[in-house]
């Protein structure tokens, strides 16, 4: 993709960052003490991560980080010191009109994920504003926040990260250096940072945005917390784990403090948290997470509440990814279909859910007839609102439910001297009850490096079958592309 040029020159310049598949992952199993206090983490209980060719789990169905939102006026922005009707007299119509379509069509565009053609009109805004406000007003630096963001989302990140910076100085220069204006391109820039690779610089831009959401909103304010959330993440790329960890929880405590530790509305919260433990594989600390919402919604809202749903679902599905066939996460799925189908309205979304999960349990080890959980949720999508969505995004594309994963042995961390990226991509076709076949290698590099241990695990992987119009079938020529780290051995030597 060709990078557009710049509104302003490059004061600083990154190379692009290679791209690396590799996932950093935890030990499975509960590690720490079962009786850690809900807002603390034992010591013990410090995320361990290590290197993976692939990772994908089908339960984790939302992202951690918050989009970034850009400011659009409601309006053609009139300067201070005119009154919009003084202001359209000195404008023509034609000028008037051309700022207002191009505003509709940069939203049109990003509304449409057309984000290059959006990035092109977004140039054209800055240009008019620029004419109508002057290069260094305020009104300009917003437009060129909102270019920067249409870039980002270009993946034309080195221009992105150059007017994220421009507006952030235009903004000071008008507005003060603790204006709440530049919140919002600070982000975008520690995020285009982070997708050159310079993650230092992420962490240091995301810690300065931040603190500058700090003066404004105050200590405790909930708007700190993507911000966290995205440090964190870029924390984990450096392979600092205590420390994202700490942004993690330092998050959960403002709203510990904010809504109470015993409330209904902590629940998304404890939930948040939960998800981060199961991305790191600490699946006894996640189920805690979840038992302990439990816990709260049986005192404030009965047993029988329909909000336990959630929690139980995900412990099955802790359970589940764990590879472990404990007893208590089937029995979860099973409370949670009996709770749901004994409410006097049915929620056929959340019932569709469940019924999903039940088929994956039975689909990763093997248990029962597998289909039956399969096709009820898909006909209950039929009933509900963007259910061919939902249809084609469960069933269509083939979802891990028992994941086998190569040996990381050989395997390079990032940042290891010689490092170079390798991967392995392998064909298979899928049968109706979730088993592989025909597993064969199309390319590799280095070549047979990492060739059996990718088709072995491919072997033993389950997936969730191909539904089309209802009727489970066989699905053939899938492909999964294994990529990791490794050091040639000419640079080991």
């Known amino acids: 993709m060709a990078q557009q040029r710049p509104i302003?020159?490059?004061?600083?310049?990154?190379?692009?960052?290679?791209?690396?598949?590799?996932?950093?992952?935890?030990?499975?199993?509960?590690?720490?003490?079962?009786?850690?206090?809900?807002?603390?983490?034992?010591?013990?209980?410090?995320?361990?991560?290590?290197?993976?060719l692939e990772v994908e789990d089908s339960s984790l169905e939302v992202e951690e980080e918050e989009e970034i939102m850009l400011r659009m006026p409601e309006s053609i922005p009139i300067p201070a010191n005119a009154d919009r009707a003084s202001f359209e007299q000195q404008t023509?119509?034609?000028?008037?009109?051309?700022?207002?379509?191009?505003?509709?069509?940069?939203?049109?565009?990003?509304?449409?994920?057309?984000?290059?053609?959006?990035?092109?009109?977004?140039?054209?805004?800055?240009?008019?504003?620029?004419?109508?406000?002057?290069?260094?007003?305020?009104?300009?630096?917003?437009?060129?926040?909102?270019?920067?963001?249409?870039?980002?989302?270009?993946?034309?990140?080195?221009a992105s990260?150059?007017?994220?910076l421009a507006s952030v100085e235009i903004f000071r220069a008008n507005e003060g250096e603790f204006t709440q204006s530049v919140i919002q391109p600070l982000v975008g820039l520690g995020a285009s940072y982070n997708s050159l690779g310079a993650y230092p610089e992420a962490v240091t831009v995301f810690r300065e945005a931040r603190t500058v959401n700090r003066r404004v909103f105050g200590l405790l304010n909930e708007g700190q917390i993507p911000i966290l959330d995205r440090m964190a993440n870029t924390l984990v790329r450096m392979e600092l784990y205590s420390d994202a960890e700490d942004q993690k929880l330092e998050g959960m405590m403002i709203m510990f403090r904010t809504l109470g530790t015993g409330t209904i509305e902590i629940l998304p919260?404890?939930?948040?948290?939960?998800?981060?433990?199961?991305?790191?594989?600490?699946?006894?600390?996640?189920?805690?997470?979840?038992?302990?919402?439990?816990?709260?919604i049986r005192e404030i809202e009965g047993r029988d509440s329909v909000l336990l749903v959630h929690p139980l679902r995900e412990i099955g599905n802790s359970f589940r990814v764990q590879k472990?066939?404990?007893?208590?996460?089937?029995?979860?799925?099973?409370?949670?279909?009996?709770?749901?189908?004994?409410?006097?309205?049915?929620?056929?979304?959340?019932?569709?859910?469940?019924?999903?999960?039940?088929?994956?349990?039975?689909?990763?080890f093997g248990f029962g007839e597998i289909g039956g959980d399969y096709q009820k949720a898909w006909a209950l999508l039929g009933e509900v609102e963007d259910g061919e969505r939902l249809q084609r995004r469960w069933f269509y594309e083939p979802r891990y439910v028992f994941q086998e994963n190569p040996?990381?042995?050989?395997?390079?961390?990032?940042?290891?001297?010689?490092?170079?990226?390798?991967?392995?991509?392998?064909?298979?076709?899928?049968?109706?009850?979730?088993?592989?076949?025909?597993?064969?290698?199309?390319?590799?590099?280095?070549?047979?490096?990492k060739d059996e241990t990718a088709t072995r695990a491919m072997g033993q992987s389950r997936f969730r079958p191909r539904i089309v119009d209802g009727e489970i079938i066989e699905a053939s020529g899938l492909v999964r592309d294994f990529t990791f780290l490794y050091v040639p051995e000419s640079e080991e030597d």
């Open 92 to 158: 023509t119509n034609a000028e008037f009109n051309t700022l207002l379509e191009a505003q509709l069509r940069f939203r049109d565009l990003l509304d449409q994920d057309k984000d290059v053609e959006a990035a092109s009109v977004a140039e054209r805004i800055v240009g008019l504003t620029q004419e109508s406000f002057g290069p260094e007003s305020s009104e300009a630096a917003l437009s060129i926040s909102n270019l920067a963001e249409a870039q980002r989302r270009a993946e034309l990140y080195e």
């Open 161 to 164: 990260a150059q007017n994220f």
């Open 324 to 364: 472990s066939t404990d007893g208590r996460g089937i029995s979860s799925l099973r409370r949670a279909l009996d709770i749901l189908e004994g409410q006097p309205e049915l929620d056929k979304l959340e019932l569709a859910r469940v019924l999903r999960d039940l088929g994956d349990w039975d689909t990763a």
């Open 8 to 52: 302003f020159p490059a004061t600083t310049c990154f190379n692009r960052f290679a791209y690396f598949c590799a996932l950093c992952i935890g030990v499975a199993g509960s590690v720490g003490a079962q009786n850690a206090r809900i807002y603390t983490i034992d010591e013990s209980e410090a995320p361990v991560f290590d290197l993976l």
């Open 269 to 296: 919260t404890l939930y948040k948290y939960a998800r981060w433990l199961h991305r790191s594989y600490r699946f006894g600390g996640e189920r805690r997470y979840y038992e302990r919402a439990m816990a709260i």
């Open 407 to 449: 040996s990381t042995r050989g395997l390079a961390r990032i940042g290891t001297p010689g490092v170079q990226q390798g991967h392995v991509l392998v064909t298979f076709d899928l049968t109706t009850n979730g088993r592989t076949a025909n597993v064969e290698v199309v390319e590799s590099q280095p070549p047979g490096f």
